[in-house]
């Protein structure tokens, strides 16, 4: 009998012992950093429990052992504290630094860049191109409506999402630039404010010529002349807001565009694309000018003049450039 109590003792101290030991090696390989040599990206989908996470690690070969893994995940009770999303480990993380990782919800912030200018379309086509994000873009946004800049964004997010978000952000800033518009404008609303910030956005690319070229509108508009913009002809006919030709005669004479400014004495129906900061302040606290002209000068730039006369001269020395080229 006094034989049988020994065993059994030696067999509970062997088995503590053996369990100390498997903890112990357990803990290690816990904390211990993995010998991959480069960041990985794991993608936990929402809803995933431990069981199928600690598998995708172990498969994406970013932990060394699922069982290791889940097991310490449950002793530190954190099993339901894991986040979905998508997760950059760097090299070298032990089991314990992932779960910290997936905890903390530290999920890649990934950036997308609207150019000033785009239309709607052209917004479309790009925010479909991401493969990163959800919900197909089968309707446009309104022209104008959003606000061309870089934007935050995670794995998984609605398109639609994020257009609300340039939205509001548009909204937003054109409710603080209305309120701090010049006096005397011949602009009735912040509708109007837009669709001629977006002629001034696709006329020029040199950002110090925006005050200059939103002026000589206003000059016209006060005058009852017409804008005589191109890009408002190109929009009429393609929404896409591009040619890959230049205009006709025929085009700049056709009565039948509703954009076509050469043809109508207001400003277009809608917005032609979406303008940015700079050109919708430059509208709505223009450059004070008496020119009413501008035409390209063969630098990427403009040449202005107060005069039909001088503007033809300008014109004249366009068309030599532009022949000169070709």
Known sequence: MHGIKKYIILL????????????????????????????????????????????????????????VFKGGVMLMGQQRNLKAGEFLIPAGSSMQNILDILVKGEVIQHKLTIVEGWTSWQVAQYLNSLEN????????????????????YTHGTSRYDIL???????????????????????????????????????????????????????????????LQSDPTIIYGIDRKGFLDRGLKKSEIGDKENPYNTYQIKSLPPTAIGHPGHASIEAVLNPMATE??????????????SKTLAQHNKNVTKW????????
Request: charged share 25%.
């Open 12 to 67: 509970i101290f062997g088995s503590a012992a053996f369990a100390a030991l498997f903890l112990y090696l357990g803990y290690k390989e816990f904390n211990q950093p993995n010998s991959t040599q480069k960041q990985s990206v794991i993608i936990i989908p929402t809803g995933q429990g431990l069981i199928r996470t600690s598998r995708l690690l172990y498969q994406q070969k970013i932990i060394t052992n699922k069982d």
């Open 133 to 152: 994000l959800t919900d197909k873009i089968e309707a446009l946004p309104i022209e104008g409506s959003i606000m061309p800049e870089s934007y935050l």
């Open 291 to 304: 020119d009413i002209y501008f035409v390209a000068d063969g630098t990427g730039k403009h040449v202005f």
């Open 164 to 226: 609300m978000r340039m939205q509001q952000k548009q909204q937003d800033l054109l409710e603080i630039l209305w309120r701090g518009r010049a006096a005397n404008l011949p602009i009735q609303n912040i509708d109007q404010a837009v669709i001629l910030a977006s002629i001034v956005e696709r006329e020029t690319a040199v950002p110090e010529e925006r005050g200059h070229i939103a002026g000589v509108f206003i000059n016209r508009l006060n005058k009852n002349m017409r």
């Open 319 to 326: 068309r030599k450039i532009e022949s000169n080229r070709k």
